[in-house]
């Protein structure tokens, strides 16, 4: 999942600067070191993190994977300017701000559709991050389409490629909870354990098989070396298998 985040903003960024003059001091620029010039409110980056804000916050809670998704992009940002940590440091505060109220969305999303007016690419990536952002934690609750809905509205998203970007995702995350819903039945069945059983039980369960497949022990037992290689590998799943579902149960 990391490196799906980290894909994601480079993705982003590269959509951020192409085909932009250095000159355009309002836009993100990752050639040279940027100088800030005037309200970094105003300029591209200041107007992408309020986006985010009211994206991130639309469903009332910010969780671990979106606060990492948000901390990777700010420090992105922060990079292509000069005084790199202070620029941080207002991104961050622009998002704190922007958090608070979904009040101003349409004015800031229409601000970037005019800095972005003649690139439609540019805007539709940006949405497809946003949409990203929303759905990182597996839901997508009727805020978030709502929020994510209207600014692609006023960034003058086609409905069609809005549709088909939500339908994505949908299928992507549908894809791998049902992964992860595997992986986890397939965990219980290593242990010889089920999804009811309390964790002292599981606990107990695992400790059995411990004593069983420990190759220390099998070699204690006079054993042959592909025994205790094959309990070896035996050993590394089922301790694979009770800290995925010590995972799920926590």
């Known amino acids: 999942m990391t490196y ?8 982003l960024f590269y959509f951020l600067t192409k085909n932009y003059d250095t000159n355009a001091y309002q836009h993100i620029n990752v050639d040279v070191k940027q100088t800030l010039k005037g309200d970094l409110r105003e300029h591209e980056a200041g107007l992408l993190v309020a986006l985010m804000a009211k994206v991130a916050k639309a469903d009332g809670r910010v969780s671990e994977l979106e ?3 948000l901390s990777l992009t700010f420090s992105d940002i922060a990079r292509v300017f000069e005084e790199s940590e202070r620029i941080r440091e207002e991104l961050k505060a622009i998002y704190q701000t922007e958090m608070q109220t979904f009040d101003n969305t349409l ?10 007016q003649s690139d439609y690419v540019k805007r539709l990536k940006v949405m497809e991050y946003l949409l990203n952002l929303a759905f990182i934690d597996g839901e997508f609750s009727q805020t978030e389409r709502m929020i994510t809905e209207d600014i692609a509205d006023a960034l003058e998203i086609k409905r069609s490629d809005f549709e088909r970007m939500i339908e994505q995702f949908k299928t992507f995350y549908t894809h791998k909870a049902e992964k992860k819903r595997f992986g986890i039945q397939n965990a219980y069945d290593v242990l010889g354990a089920s999804p009811q059983d309390d964790m002292e039980s ?4 695992y400790r059995a098989l411990v004593k069983e497949y420990h190759p220390d022990i099998l070699m204690g037992q006079g054993k042959d070396q592909s025994m205790i290689d094959a309990a070896t ?16 149960k926590s």
């Open 4 to 11: 799906m985040i980290v894909l994601a903003v480079i993705v």
């Open 67 to 69: 606060a990492e998704l």
């Open 107 to 116: 004015i800031v999303s229409k601000k970037y559709l005019k800095l972005t």
């Open 202 to 205: 599981i606990k107990k369960k």
């Open 233 to 248: 590998a035996k050993l590394q799943e089922i301790n694979e298998a009770y800290e995925t579902i010590k995972k799920e």
